[in-house]
């Protein structure tokens, strides 16, 4: 996989698996009051964001730079 399809897969994967995992969370409060689910909401997606990233650079930087190039 390309360098820009593999940037592409890590900007749309990241963020969609945070949100995910917030709703799923979020789901048996549903009812209750919206202030605490947003809080835990933005607190599980920040938090997914913030460790994902870090990750997809890892992931995409290359596995043996060429330092002459």
């Known amino acids: 996989m ?3 399809l593999r940037l592409v897969a890590a900007v ?7 949100t995910l995992a917030a709703a799923l969370v979020c789901w048996p409060i549903h009812d209750g009051p919206l202030g605490p689910q947003l809080l835990i909401f933005g607190l599980i997606l920040a938090t997914g964001i913030s460790a994902g990233l870090p990750a997809c650079l ?3 930087t290359p596995d043996n730079p060429d330092p002459e190039n």
């Open 12 to 18: 749309l994967t990241v963020p969609t698996l945070s």
């Open 2 to 4: 390309n360098r820009s």
């Open 58 to 60: 890892t992931w995409l």
